[in-house]
């Protein structure tokens, strides 16, 4: 089955870094697209950044500022996040869309892990 790990979440001051990694466990599935999600409660789950295996996509509030990176042999999904605002605290989120091929169908399915908290100080 399909399972995702978050870590690296903490505490950090304005103008700060972080980095996030997610790992990575499947089998009998095809990875499509990994992404970055972030969630403040009260507020909608917002997309951070996605990456497939021809484009990576960043939200406009951290273009500049954050980075995905995927270490394909060790099955990992980072996000490097720079110069960190308080506007960035919330639940960090990583996503994953897998497929497989069974009885002659492509099968897609999207798994979330438990998100790992960020929390940025003025």
């Known amino acids: 089955q399909v399972q995702l790990v978050e870590s690296g979440g903490g505490l950090v001051q304005a103008g700060g870094s972080l980095r996030l990694s997610c790992s990575v466990r499947?089998?009998?599935?095809?990875?499509?697209?990994t992404a970055w999600y972030r969630q403040t409660p009260g507020k909608e789950r917002e997309l951070v950044a996605v990456?497939?295996?021809?484009?990576?996509y960043y939200a406009d509030f951290v273009k500049g500022r954050f980075s995905m990176s995927r270490n394909n042999a060790r099955n990992t999904v980072s996000l490097q996040m720079n110069s960190l605002k308080p506007e960035d605290t919330g639940v960090y989120y990583c996503n994953a869309n897998v497929a497989v091929v069974a009885s002659g169908r492509v099968e897609e399915n999207t798994y979330w892990g438990r998100g790992t908290q960020v929390t940025v100080s003025s």
């Open positions: 499947f089998s009998m599935w095809s990875l499509n697209a």
């Open positions: 990456m497939s295996s021809e484009r990576i």
